[in-house]
Protein backbone atom coordinates (compact mmCIF):
# COMPACT_ATOMS: atom_id res chain seq x y z
CA UNK A 1 0.00 0.00 0.00
CA UNK A 2 1.35 3.66 -1.07
CA UNK A 3 1.92 5.66 1.68
CA UNK A 4 -0.47 9.19 1.32
CA UNK A 5 -0.39 12.11 3.50
CA UNK A 6 -2.78 11.97 5.60
CA UNK A 7 -1.90 15.53 7.25
CA UNK A 8 -2.70 17.34 4.32
CA UNK A 9 -6.16 15.07 3.80
CA UNK A 10 -7.02 16.54 6.99
CA UNK A 11 -5.99 20.08 6.55
CA UNK A 12 -8.27 19.66 3.18
CA UNK A 13 -10.95 17.98 5.02
CA UNK A 14 -11.14 19.84 7.92
CA UNK A 15 -11.26 23.44 5.81
CA UNK A 16 -14.41 21.81 3.63
CA UNK A 17 -15.89 21.40 6.53
CA UNK A 18 -15.93 24.87 8.06
CA UNK A 19 -16.94 26.23 4.81
CA UNK A 20 -19.44 23.88 4.66
CA UNK A 21 -20.58 24.85 8.19
CA UNK A 22 -20.46 28.73 7.24
CA UNK A 23 -17.81 29.46 9.60
CA UNK A 24 -15.37 30.07 6.63
CA UNK A 25 -14.93 31.19 3.50
CA UNK A 26 -12.50 30.07 0.48
CA UNK A 27 -10.77 33.66 0.78
CA UNK A 28 -10.00 33.69 4.56
CA UNK A 29 -9.12 29.77 5.36
CA UNK A 30 -5.77 28.01 4.87
CA UNK A 31 -4.15 24.87 4.89
CA UNK A 32 -0.31 24.66 6.35
CA UNK A 33 1.16 24.42 2.83
CA UNK A 34 -1.17 26.95 0.97
CA UNK A 35 0.49 29.03 -1.04
CA UNK A 36 -2.02 32.00 -1.27
CA UNK A 37 -1.71 35.13 0.14
CA UNK A 38 -2.88 35.72 3.63
CA UNK A 39 -2.52 39.61 3.36
CA UNK A 40 -6.67 39.20 4.38
CA UNK A 41 -7.45 39.37 8.49
CA UNK A 42 -8.67 38.19 9.65
CA UNK A 43 -8.02 34.17 8.77
CA UNK A 44 -7.54 30.85 9.76
CA UNK A 45 -4.94 28.16 9.02
CA UNK A 46 -5.42 24.45 9.96
CA UNK A 47 -2.17 22.98 10.29
CA UNK A 48 -1.74 19.44 11.22
CA UNK A 49 1.84 19.88 13.40
CA UNK A 50 2.77 16.05 13.90
CA UNK A 51 1.40 12.82 12.31
CA UNK A 52 1.89 9.54 14.58
CA UNK A 53 1.28 6.32 12.51
CA UNK A 54 -0.59 3.64 14.28
CA UNK A 55 1.55 1.45 12.50
CA UNK A 56 4.81 2.67 10.48
CA UNK A 57 4.11 3.67 6.72
CA UNK A 58 0.79 2.96 7.18
CA UNK A 59 -1.81 6.29 6.74
CA UNK A 60 -3.58 5.94 9.32
CA UNK A 61 -2.71 7.48 12.97
CA UNK A 62 -3.47 10.17 14.76
CA UNK A 63 -2.66 14.11 13.38
CA UNK A 64 -1.91 16.60 16.00
CA UNK A 65 -4.11 19.80 14.83
CA UNK A 66 -3.74 23.39 15.50
CA UNK A 67 -6.59 25.81 14.02
CA UNK A 68 -5.02 29.36 13.84
CA UNK A 69 -6.77 32.31 14.16
CA UNK A 70 -5.17 35.84 12.96
CA UNK A 71 -6.60 39.20 13.22
CA UNK A 72 -5.48 42.87 13.48
CA UNK A 73 -3.96 43.49 16.82
CA UNK A 74 -4.26 47.48 16.17
CA UNK A 75 -7.46 50.05 16.33
CA UNK A 76 -8.30 50.46 12.82
CA UNK A 77 -7.83 54.20 11.21
CA UNK A 78 -11.65 55.97 11.61
CA UNK A 79 -12.25 53.10 14.35
CA UNK A 80 -13.06 54.79 18.20
CA UNK A 81 -13.84 51.62 19.59
CA UNK A 82 -10.66 50.76 21.17
CA UNK A 83 -12.34 47.49 21.66
CA UNK A 84 -13.23 46.57 18.42
CA UNK A 85 -10.75 44.37 17.13
CA UNK A 86 -11.31 41.91 20.59
CA UNK A 87 -14.75 41.54 19.82
CA UNK A 88 -14.17 40.75 16.02
CA UNK A 89 -11.44 38.34 17.52
CA UNK A 90 -13.77 36.51 20.02
CA UNK A 91 -16.72 36.49 17.23
CA UNK A 92 -14.43 34.89 14.66
CA UNK A 93 -13.06 32.20 17.07
CA UNK A 94 -16.42 31.80 18.13
CA UNK A 95 -17.17 30.61 14.76
CA UNK A 96 -14.79 28.01 14.62
CA UNK A 97 -16.02 26.67 18.07
CA UNK A 98 -20.04 27.02 17.36
CA UNK A 99 -19.12 25.05 13.79
CA UNK A 100 -17.77 21.83 16.30
CA UNK A 101 -21.36 21.76 17.97
CA UNK A 102 -23.59 19.33 16.76
CA UNK A 103 -25.84 17.05 17.74
CA UNK A 104 -26.81 16.82 21.19
CA UNK A 105 -23.07 19.58 20.97
CA UNK A 106 -21.69 16.75 23.75
CA UNK A 107 -19.91 14.59 21.46
CA UNK A 108 -17.57 15.21 18.54
CA UNK A 109 -18.76 11.66 16.84
CA UNK A 110 -21.33 13.71 14.61
CA UNK A 111 -18.32 16.59 13.88
CA UNK A 112 -16.08 13.33 12.84
CA UNK A 113 -18.57 12.13 10.87
CA UNK A 114 -19.03 15.53 9.03
CA UNK A 115 -15.43 16.06 8.56
CA UNK A 116 -15.32 12.83 6.67
CA UNK A 117 -17.86 13.76 4.48
CA UNK A 118 -16.48 17.29 3.81
CA UNK A 119 -13.40 15.59 2.68
CA UNK A 120 -14.92 12.89 0.37
CA UNK A 121 -17.28 15.79 -1.25
CA UNK A 122 -13.75 17.42 -2.16
CA UNK A 123 -13.26 14.54 -4.74
CA UNK A 124 -16.94 14.45 -6.20
CA UNK A 125 -16.91 16.14 -9.30
CA UNK A 126 -20.49 18.49 -9.70
CA UNK A 127 -21.07 19.23 -13.40
CA UNK A 128 -18.88 22.10 -13.37
CA UNK A 129 -15.42 22.99 -14.54
CA UNK A 130 -14.35 24.62 -10.83
CA UNK A 131 -16.54 21.12 -9.17
CA UNK A 132 -14.44 18.87 -12.17
CA UNK A 133 -10.68 20.68 -11.05
CA UNK A 134 -11.33 20.26 -7.13
CA UNK A 135 -12.56 16.45 -7.75
CA UNK A 136 -9.10 16.31 -10.44
CA UNK A 137 -6.71 17.71 -7.06
CA UNK A 138 -8.41 15.80 -4.20
CA UNK A 139 -8.81 12.10 -6.06
CA UNK A 140 -7.06 11.28 -2.72
CA UNK A 141 -9.97 12.58 -0.80
CA UNK A 142 -12.75 9.55 -1.89
CA UNK A 143 -11.67 6.78 0.58
CA UNK A 144 -10.49 9.69 3.45
CA UNK A 145 -12.04 8.93 7.04
CA UNK A 146 -11.87 10.85 10.34
CA UNK A 147 -12.52 8.72 12.82
CA UNK A 148 -12.66 10.81 15.59
CA UNK A 149 -11.63 13.77 16.67
CA UNK A 150 -11.37 15.34 20.61
CA UNK A 151 -9.93 18.11 21.84
CA UNK A 152 -6.62 18.12 23.68
CA UNK A 153 -5.30 20.26 26.79
CA UNK A 154 -4.25 23.40 26.56
CA UNK A 155 -6.99 23.71 24.30
CA UNK A 156 -6.82 27.39 23.32
CA UNK A 157 -3.19 28.75 23.21
CA UNK A 158 -1.79 32.29 22.11
CA UNK A 159 0.72 32.66 19.41
CA UNK A 160 2.97 35.92 19.96
CA UNK A 161 1.63 39.46 17.77
CA UNK A 162 3.64 39.54 15.07
CA UNK A 163 4.09 42.36 12.74
CA UNK A 164 3.95 41.18 8.95
CA UNK A 165 6.50 40.34 6.79
CA UNK A 166 7.67 43.22 4.55
CA UNK A 167 4.72 45.41 6.26
CA UNK A 168 3.39 47.46 9.15
CA UNK A 169 0.29 45.52 10.01
CA UNK A 170 0.25 43.99 13.46
CA UNK A 171 -2.06 40.74 14.38
CA UNK A 172 -2.68 38.60 17.10
CA UNK A 173 -3.14 34.60 17.23
CA UNK A 174 -5.33 32.72 18.57
CA UNK A 175 -4.86 28.86 18.05
CA UNK A 176 -7.11 25.51 18.99
CA UNK A 177 -5.77 22.65 19.48
CA UNK A 178 -7.07 19.35 18.68
CA UNK A 179 -6.12 15.56 17.89
CA UNK A 180 -7.91 13.89 15.04
CA UNK A 181 -7.96 9.85 14.21
CA UNK A 182 -7.46 9.67 10.41
CA UNK A 183 -7.60 6.45 8.15
CA UNK A 184 -8.79 5.22 4.80
CA UNK A 185 -12.11 3.35 3.89
CA UNK A 186 -10.04 0.43 3.15
CA UNK A 187 -7.84 0.41 5.77
CA UNK A 188 -10.08 -1.77 8.44
CA UNK A 189 -10.09 -0.73 12.29
Given amino acids: MAFN???????RAFR???IQQGAATEAD???ANDS??????PNRTIIVVAFSPKNFFRSEGTCHVQIQHRF???VQPGETNPDAQRIQMDAYLGDTI?????GDGQSLELVADAITKAGRWLAQPDGTP??????QNNLDMANFRCDWIKQVQPFLTRGQSEIEPGGDKTFWAEILNFSAFVSTASIPN
Fill in 16 to 18: QFL
Fill in 5 to 11: NPASKFE
Fill in 98 to 102: DSMVC
Fill in 130 to 135: EGAAIA
Fill in 36 to 41: RSRNIL
Fill in 29 to 31: CFI
Fill in 72 to 74: PAL
